[in-house]
C-alpha cells in the first residue's frame, strides 16, 4: 500500500476532504483558534526548544516536534516520562499533549497538514531554490568584482612605483624626496652645456653670422642705386647670439668643488642645529645671574656691561618691562612631547635641505634669463638652418653664379653652408635644443622655483599609492558581502532540505490517512 498514491493536488486536499465530510466548513476558525493556543504555549518553552522550531510554524508538524524534544529533554534529566498509566509526569508534557489531542480532533491535523503542504510545495520550495540560485548568481557577480579590484589594485602599484622610479624618489616621504633630487640638477645643466660646447655648434654660429653678413654685402649692392637716390641707408641684421656665446665661454662646472662645498655645508648644518638644541637645553638665566655672578671664593663679580639684543636694548631693560606686563599666557607641562619632537625632527631636515640648497655651488645655466635666451638662440639658429636646407632643396635664391663673382672667402662661404655641413649644424643645435627641453631638467627646475608645484607633484604620486588603497579596501568589503552571501545561503539550503524532507513526511502522513478514509480508493 505504501507504493500507492492518492493522485489528489495538495492545494485541493481541504476542500476534497470538506466535500466528502472529512471537515467542517469552519475548520478555519477552528484552525486559527488552535494556532494562537500553540502560540501561548511556545512562551513557556525553553529558548533551545524555539529555536529548533521552523519559522514561524505553529501547526500539527511542529507540536510533534516539541512534544519530541520536551520528552528527549525529560529523559536528559533521568525523570520517567509517563506514568504508569501511559500518561505524561511534566505538567507542560500535559498541556502539549492536550494540544495534540486537540488536533485530532475534527480532523484538524489533516486540514493543517494539507494547508502547510501547499505552501511549502507551492511557495516556499520554489522561492529557496530561486533565492539560492541568485545568490550564487551574485557570489560569481562579487568574485568577479573582487579579481577586478584586485587587478586594479596591482595596476596601481605599479604605476605608484613606476613614477617612484621614473622620478627617482623611494615614495615615503615624496615631498622631501622630490627636492631632494635638485643635487642631479648641475649634471643635467651641464649636459645642455657640454651640447653647446660642440664643435658643430660653433661652425653653425659662425655660419650664421658669415650668412648674414654675405646676405647684407649683397642686398646692400642690389639696393645701393635705389636708396641713394631716396637718400636713405640700407641697414642689414648681425646676429648676436650672446647667450650662447655666454654658455660656450663659460668653464665646465667643478663637480668636485661643488661636491666639497656640499660636504661642509652639511657639517655645517649639523653643527647649528647642536647649537640650537643645546642652547633650548640649557636652562634660561635669570636676569640678575647676568649682571652678578658669584666667584668659587664667594665674591661676586662685576663684568660692567649690559647685554644687549636686537635695537640696543639690554636685556636688564628688557626683563625690567616684561615684568610689568601681564601677557596672560601658560604653558602645558603635560603636553605630549613626542610631536613636539617630530615636528622638530622634521623641520631640521626641511631647513636644512633649503639651507643647502640656497647654499650650494650654482650652474651657470640656474640663470632663467640665461637659460630663456639660450632657448632663443638656438631656437633662431635651428630656423636658419631649417631654412638654409629649403633654399638648397629648392634651389639657390642667390645662385652659384654670385658666389663665383667674389673673393675666394665667399666661395668658402658657399662650400660651408652647402647640405652636409648645414646638416650636421643642424643636427648638433638639435641636439642642444633636446636636452634643454629634457623632462627631467624641467621638473627639477619647476621643483626650485615653484613650491606649489612639489606639493602638486607630490600629491599626484601619492594619489596613486591612495588608489591602491582604496581598491584594497573595496576588496575587503566585497569579501565580507560575499561571506554574508554565503552564510545566507548556507542557511537558505538548510531550511530548503528542512522544508523538503516535511513536505515528504507530511505527504507519506496524509497518503497512509487517506487511504484509511478512503479504502476503495486504493483499489
Same mark, same amino acid.
Given at each position: 500500500?505504501?507504493?500507492?498514491?492518492?493522485?489528489?493536488?495538495?492545494?485541493?486536499?481541504?476542500?476534497?476532504?470538506?466535500?466528502?465530510?472529512?471537515? *467542517?466548513?469552519?475548520?478555519?476558525?477552528?484552525?486559527?483558534?488552535?494556532?494562537?493556543?500553540?502560540?501561548?504555549?511556545?512562551?513557556?518553552?525553553?529558548?533551545?526548544?524555539?529555536?529548533?522550531?521552523?519559522?514561524?510554524?505553529?501547526?500539527?508538524?511542529?507540536?510533534?516536534?516539541?512534544?519530541?524534544?520536551?520528552?528527549?529533554?525529560?529523559?536528559?534529566?533521568?525523570?520517567?516520562?509517563?506514568?504508569?498509566?501511559?500518561?505524561?509526569?511534566?505538567?507542560?508534557?500535559?498541556?502539549?499533549?492536550?494540544?495534540?489531542?486537540?488536533?485530532?480532533?475534527?480532523?484538524?491535523?489533516?486540514?493543517?497538514?494539507?494547508?502547510?503542504?501547499?505552501?511549502?510545495?507551492?511557495?516556499?520550495?520554489?522561492?529557496?531554490?530561486?533565492?539560492?540560485?541568485?545568490?550564487?548568481?551574485?557570489?560569481?557577480?562579487?568574485?568577479?568584482?573582487?579579481?577586478?579590484?584586485?587587478?586594479?589594485? *596591482?595596476?596601481?602599484?605599479?604605476?605608484?612605483?613606476?613614477?617612484?622610479?621614473?622620478?627617482?624618489?623611494?615614495?615615503?616621504?615624496?615631498?622631501?624626496?622630490?627636492?631632494?633630487?635638485?643635487?642631479?640638477?648641475?649634471?643635467?645643466?651641464?649636459?645642455?652645456?657640454?651640447?653647446?660646447?660642440?664643435?658643430?655648434?660653433?661652425?653653425?654660429?659662425?655660419?650664421?653670422?658669415?650668412?648674414?653678413?654675405?646676405?647684407?654685402?649683397?642686398?646692400?649692392?642690389?639696393?645701393?642705386?635705389?636708396?641713394?637716390?631716396?637718400?636713405?641707408?640700407?641697414?642689414?641684421?648681425?646676429?648676436?647670439?650672446?647667450?650662447?656665446?655666454?654658455?660656450?665661454?663659460?668653464?665646465?662646472?667643478?663637480?668636485?668643488?661643488?661636491?666639497?662645498?656640499?660636504?661642509?655645508?652639511?657639517?655645517?648644518?649639523?653643527?647649528?642645529?647642536?647649537?640650537?638644541?643645546?642652547?633650548?637645553?640649557?636652562?634660561?638665566?635669570?636676569?640678575?645671574?647676568? *649682571?652678578?655672578?658669584?666667584?668659587?671664593?664667594?665674591?661676586?663679580?662685576?663684568?660692567?656691561?649690559?647685554?644687549?639684543?636686537?635695537?640696543?636694548?639690554?636685556?636688564?631693560?628688557?626683563?625690567?618691562?616684561?615684568?610689568?606686563?601681564?601677557?596672560?599666557?601658560?604653558?602645558?607641562?603635560?603636553?605630549?612631547?613626542?610631536?613636539?619632537?617630530?615636528?622638530?625632527?622634521?623641520?631640521?631636515?626641511?631647513?636644512?635641505?633649503?639651507?643647502?640648497?640656497?647654499?650650494?655651488?650654482?650652474?651657470?645655466?640656474?640663470?632663467?634669463?640665461?637659460?630663456?635666451?639660450?632657448?632663443?638662440?638656438?631656437?633662431?639658429?635651428?630656423?636658419?638652418?631649417?631654412?638654409?636646407?629649403?633654399?638648397?632643396?629648392?634651389?639657390?635664391?642667390?645662385?652659384?653664379?654670385?658666389?663665383?663673382?667674389?673673393?675666394?672667402?665667399?666661395?668658402?662661404?658657399?662650400?660651408?653652408?652647402?647640405?652636409?655641413?648645414?646638416?650636421?649644424?643642424?643636427?648638433?643645435?638639435?641636439?642642444?635644443?633636446?636636452?634643454?627641453?629634457?623632462?627631467?631638467? !624641467?621638473?627639477?627646475?619647476?621643483?626650485?622655483?615653484? !613650491?606649489?608645484?612639489?606639493?602638486?607633484?607630490?600629491?599626484?604620486?601619492?594619489?596613486?599609492?591612495?588608489?591602491?588603497?582604496?581598491?584594497?579596501?573595496?576588496?575587503? *568589503?566585497?569579501?565580507?558581502?560575499?561571506?554574508?552571501?554565503?552564510?545566507?545561503?548556507?542557511?537558505?539550503?538548510?531550511?530548503?532540505?528542512?522544508?523538503?524532507?516535511?513536505?515528504?513526511?507530511?505527504?507519506?502522513?496524509?497518503?497512509?490517512?487517506?487511504?484509511?478514509?478512503?479504502?476503495?480508493?486504493?483499489?
Amino acid at each position: 500500500m505504501s507504493n500507492i498514491h492518492v493522485d489528489i493536488p495538495c492545494t485541493q486536499i481541504n476542500s476534497w476532504l470538506c466535500n466528502r465530510g472529512k471537515l *467542517k466548513k469552519k475548520w478555519q476558525s477552528d484552525l486559527r483558534a488552535l494556532q494562537a493556543r500553540v502560540k501561548e504555549a511556545m512562551k513557556a518553552l525553553d529558548v533551545n526548544i524555539q529555536e529548533q522550531i521552523e519559522g514561524d510554524g505553529l501547526g500539527y508538524s511542529e507540536v510533534l516536534n516539541v512534544l519530541k524534544a520536551l520528552e528527549s529533554q525529560q529523559e536528559a534529566s533521568g525523570e520517567a516520562v509517563k506514568t504508569m498509566f501511559g500518561g505524561y509526569n511534566s505538567d507542560l508534557l500535559k498541556s502539549w499533549d492536550e494540544i495534540r489531542k486537540a488536533f485530532l480532533q475534527d480532523n484538524l491535523y489533516l486540514a493543517d497538514s494539507g494547508r502547510t503542504l501547499a505552501q511549502k510545495v507551492k511557495y516556499d520550495i520554489p522561492r529557496m531554490r530561486k533565492l539560492i540560485q541568485e545568490s550564487g548568481r551574485q557570489i560569481s557577480d562579487l568574485s568577479r568584482k573582487v579579481s577586478d579590484k584586485r587587478q586594479q589594485s *596591482k595596476d596601481w602599484r605599479d604605476k605608484f612605483k613606476a613614477k617612484c622610479e621614473e622620478l627617482g624618489v623611494q615614495g615615503v616621504d615624496v615631498p622631501s624626496e622630490l627636492r631632494s633630487t635638485l643635487s642631479g640638477l648641475p649634471a643635467a645643466l651641464e649636459v645642455v652645456s657640454k651640447c653647446c660646447h660642440e664643435t658643430a655648434v660653433g661652425e653653425a654660429m659662425a655660419l650664421y653670422r658669415d650668412y648674414t653678413n654675405f646676405l647684407n654685402s649683397y642686398m646692400r649692392e642690389q639696393r645701393d642705386g635705389k636708396e641713394s637716390s631716396e637718400g636713405k641707408s640700407f641697414k642689414g641684421y648681425t646676429p648676436t647670439l650672446a647667450e650662447l656665446t655666454t654658455v660656450r665661454e663659460a668653464p665646465a662646472y667643478d663637480f668636485k668643488a661643488a661636491a666639497k662645498a656640499s660636504e661642509n655645508l652639511s657639517r655645517e648644518v649639523e653643527n647649528g642645529w647642536s647649537i640650537v638644541e643645546s642652547k633650548e637645553a640649557a636652562a634660561k638665566p635669570e636676569a640678575s645671574d647676568v *649682571k652678578g655672578v658669584k666667584a668659587s671664593s664667594g665674591e661676586e663679580i662685576d663684568w660692567d656691561f649690559d647685554v644687549e639684543e636686537q635695537g640696543g636694548v639690554s636685556e636688564e631693560k628688557g626683563n625690567a618691562e616684561d615684568a610689568d606686563n601681564d601677557w596672560d599666557i601658560t604653558v602645558d607641562e603635560t603636553a605630549d612631547t613626542s610631536h613636539q619632537a617630530s615636528g622638530k625632527n622634521g623641520a631640521k631636515d626641511n631647513a636644512g635641505c633649503d639651507f643647502k640648497q640656497s647654499r650650494r655651488q650654482k650652474h651657470i645655466l640656474e640663470n632663467e634669463m640665461l637659460r630663456n635666451g639660450l632657448a632663443n638662440n638656438l631656437l633662431e639658429l635651428s630656423c636658419f638652418l631649417k631654412h638654409r636646407l629649403t633654399e638648397l632643396e629648392d634651389g639657390d635664391p642667390i645662385g652659384a653664379g654670385q658666389y663665383s663673382r667674389r673673393d675666394q672667402a665667399n666661395l668658402e662661404l658657399a662650400r660651408r653652408s652647402s647640405l652636409v655641413p648645414v646638416t650636421r649644424c643642424l643636427k648638433a643645435v638639435d641636439a642642444c635644443l633636446e636636452a634643454l627641453k629634457d623632462s627631467g631638467l !624641467e621638473r627639477m627646475l619647476l621643483i626650485q622655483n615653484s !613650491e606649489r608645484y612639489v606639493t602638486r607633484l607630490a600629491d599626484s604620486i601619492l594619489q596613486l599609492d591612495r588608489n591602491a588603497n582604496k581598491a584594497l579596501e573595496a576588496i575587503t *568589503k566585497l569579501e565580507a558581502r560575499q561571506q554574508t552571501v554565503r552564510n545566507s545561503v548556507d542557511k537558505i539550503t538548510e531550511s530548503l532540505s528542512r522544508a523538503e524532507k516535511t513536505s515528504k513526511e507530511l505527504q507519506e502522513m496524509l497518503e497512509t490517512t487517506l487511504m484509511k478514509m478512503f479504502p476503495e480508493a486504493a483499489g
